[in-house]
């Protein structure tokens, strides 16, 4: 795999491809730091992973029509929605495309947003639940 | 996917309803004033994943002529009001999807009156700056 621009993401929510109204897409997984720091850590601080977490962020084009994403979101507010991305530009699994497969609970949604003459856009950040899996294949 | 060459028409069409001005899809060899005149200057990819936004950037520079120069500023000061029957705002605007073809456009400015010189003739003209979501 050679480096490359990003320009095709893949990203679904609830089995729906939205990803044409997807101008971004981040996914973080962190583990949290344990402290074990001692007497005998020798005047520095020692920590180990504690629980794993994630976050999806992702920033859309806003697009109220039916079954377009605005709806999308609106209806699942509260919910616990799957949401996979196929990152590389891929659109499949596989070794230089992995595919991140996500349970996120929809927190918040910001329906209506923008300056005049912007582009209307939205952007969402949500929590991670369960465990976040990779595949290549 | 939008076809260009129909963005443009689409766009010439709207132009065309301002009742006088003429308008071209293409540039002309020879325009003949008052015309209305359609240019892509770039095109900006790639706006969201897939090619889902694609976004053209047009020029639409309007010539009126030279003769009576008093009487063609203010037909340019018509074309450059936001609204009103001659309005090239109002009128490009007036099918902001093109009949379906685009997601949306916009006309944001028009960089005010000057001369240009069309093989050997001067005329007054007002470029106007439209943007379409594709």
């Given at each position: 795999m050679a480096k490359f621009v990003v320009t095709a993401t893949n990203v679904t929510m609830g089995g729906e491809d939205i990803s044409t109204a997807c101008a971004r897409a981040e996914l973080v997984i962190n583990a949290a730091e344990v402290e074990t720091t001692d007497f005998g850590s020798g005047g520095f601080t020692e920590v180990i992973g504690g629980l794993k977490s994630g976050t999806l962020s992702l920033d859309f084009h806003q697009d109220f029509g039916v079954d377009a994403v605005s709806t999308l979101f609106l209806d699942t507010v509260g919910t616990v929605v799957v949401f996979t991305l196929v990152a590389g530009n891929g659109t499949a699994a596989g070794t230089d495309t992995p595919l991140y497969t996500v349970s996120c609970l929809i927190t918040s949604f910001t329906p209506v947003s923008g300056a005049v003459g912007d582009l209307g856009t939205f952007s969402v950040s949500f929590p991670t639940t369960g465990a976040i899996t990779y595949a290549t294949s | 996917m939008a076809d260009l060459t129909v963005i443009r028409t689409r766009m010439a069409t709207n132009l065309g309803t301002i009742s006088g001005l003429r308008s071209a899809a293409e540039i002309p060899d020879n325009p003949t004033p008052p015309i209305g005149i359609i240019v892509l200057e770039s095109v900006d990819y790639d706006?969201?994943?897939?090619?889902?936004l694609t976004t053209y950037n047009f020029s639409v520079t309007v010539i009126v002529g030279r003769a009576a120069e008093r009487e063609m500023q203010r037909k340019l000061d018509a074309y450059c009001?936001?609204?009103?029957?001659?309005s090239v705002k109002l009128a490009i605007e007036s099918d902001k999807t093109l009949s379906g073809e685009v997601y949306d456009l916009r006309v944001e400015r028009s960089s005010g009156m000057g001369s240009i010189t069309v093989n050997d003739q001067n005329y007054l003209a007002a470029e106007f700056t439209v943007t379409v979501l594709a």
């Open positions: - | 706006g969201a994943m897939q090619g889902g009001q936001p609204t009103g029957s001659q």
